[in-house]
């Protein structure tokens, strides 16, 4: 398989951050047709199409839009996730900066479908470059009457889109700490189901609302022009994956940057679009950084597919594949990815708020070659108590990495503590 670009075909193009420049190659065909489908029509389609949310969960999309309420008793909300903090991922970025008519298309025919009356683009305050291509579609598409009232000339289909610019915060990234940052609070989580409702039933100011990830909207006007079954035909070689996935690759690449494959791409086949390892390759962490990390033989066989990848032993995550040579000091990787998680705690639960910061005490004690016996056992009794029990996936992003690094490089971490050094470039060392 080579590189399919579906979402990023026209990127290069400068005229495509324009609505005529949109328009002239099939942009807003996808709208134009939704706008005389029944809503439930919609909504089967994303079904059929087996479209997954692109954020890192991959939970099918269509689970979210049939469980929005279908009689309107209240105002409905539409919310797209732009924070994006995963560390090595920036495909939303560049789909803002450079595709910015998919996002608004995308969650205007998601707004129709649900009966949302408003819209949220809760975009990463450092993202300045992509808030102003943003806010420059969304001010076409006004003018042109593809937002506001009776869009595109249907009565009484009005929806208003909003750019709400975020802190830099992490944590935001999690759905629900979102909304209470959007409402004005303070970034942390809410409780989930069974606890509380889905937010599809009580979410935005305890509203009906409908959350997705850019990269999961823009793909919405292909899948309702197109077709859903020619949508879902893509990556129709995975068990359970279809479309195409934008993976932000990066670390030891002769060229870093973000790359559109199909599901069923062999991993090894997206790092050689990347123009393949620069140097030998050790590692390779293929969802961002709280992704368990592979070794050199999984990632020679693992397929790009969310069932295949996590048989391989990660996941697809976020898709911010980072390749790693044998330069890399695997301790000192996980003692950094430590720091970040730590930092990034809201300080909610105690599992992640003490837990993180204990693994980055002990990582930072081997690394300082000061580790004592039982230190690395220690780290993943810490990070096995965090694992599954803090209030949001923070800590399970933070347990993940430490746990996977341990597993496949544990002859690294015990080299550490018994010299108080690394055993990269031991050679050279012991010479």
Request: aromatic share 10%; net charge negative.
């Amino acid at each position: 398989m080579a590189e399919y670009k579906l979402l990023l075909e026209h990127s290069h193009d400068s005229a495509f951050r324009t609505l005529a420049g949109y328009r002239a190659t099939g942009g807003y065909a996808g709208l134009t047709k939704a706008i005389e489908m029944e809503r439930s029509a919609i909504v089967d389609a994303v079904k059929a199409s087996g479209l997954r949310g692109r954020g890192g969960a991959g939970a099918p999309a269509a689970l979210k839009w049939g469980g929005m309420p279908k009689e309107k008793k209240s105002a409905h909300y539409l919310i797209c996730n732009a924070d994006e903090g995963e560390p090595g991922t920036f495909k939303d970025k560049q789909l803002l900066e450079t595709c910015p008519f998919e996002l608004v298309e995308g969650m205007t025919i998601a707004a129709y479908a649900v009966q949302a009356d408003s819209g949220f683009v809760y975009i990463r305050g450092e993202f300045m470059d992509a808030a102003k291509s943003l806010r420059a579609a969304i001010d076409e598409a006004y003018a042109a009457g593809l937002l506001g009232k009776n869009i595109a000339g249907k009565e009484g289909f009005n929806f208003d889109l909003y750019i709400h610019c975020g802190a830099g915060s992490y944590e935001c990234g999690e759905e629900t700490a979102l909304m209470s940052s959007l409402m004005g609070e303070r970034g942390m989580p809410r409780l989930k189901f069974p606890h509380a409702p889905f937010p599809v039933i009580k979410g935005v100011w305890d509203l009906p609302t409908l959350i997705h990830n850019v990269e999961s909207y823009s793909n919405v006007p292909y899948i309702i022009d197109r077709g859903a079954e020619w949508w879902a035909s893509l990556g129709a070689s995975t068990k359970n994956s279809r479309g195409t996935k934008i993976f932000s690759v990066s670390g030891h690449v002769n060229k870093p940057g973000n790359y559109e494959i199909e599901f069923g791409t062999p991993l090894m086949e997206l790092i050689e679009l990347a123009g393949g390892p620069r140097g030998t390759m050790k590692a390779c962490i293929p969802g961002g950084s709280s992704m368990p990390i592979l070794d050199v033989e999984k990632t020679k066989t693992a397929i790009i597919g969310y069932e295949e990848m996590m048989a391989a032993g990660s996941m697809v995550g976020s898709g911010g594949c980072m390749v790693l040579n044998d330069t890399t000091d695997i301790v000192r990787f996980a003692w950094r990815t430590a720091i970040f998680y730590a930092n990034e705690s809201c300080g909610k639960c105690t599992p992640c708020r003490e837990g993180t910061r204990w693994m980055v005490q002990i990582l930072e004690r081997i690394v300082q070659g000061k580790g004592r016996e039982g230190d690395v056992d220690m780290l993943v009794q810490v990070a096995d108590q965090i694992d599954g029990r803090s209030f949001c996936p923070l800590g399970d992003a933070a347990a993940w990495p430490i746990k996977g690094m341990v597993k496949v490089f544990r002859e690294e971490f015990d080299y550490y503590v018994a010299h108080g050094h690394s055993m990269v470039g031991r050679e050279a060392v012991l010479a």
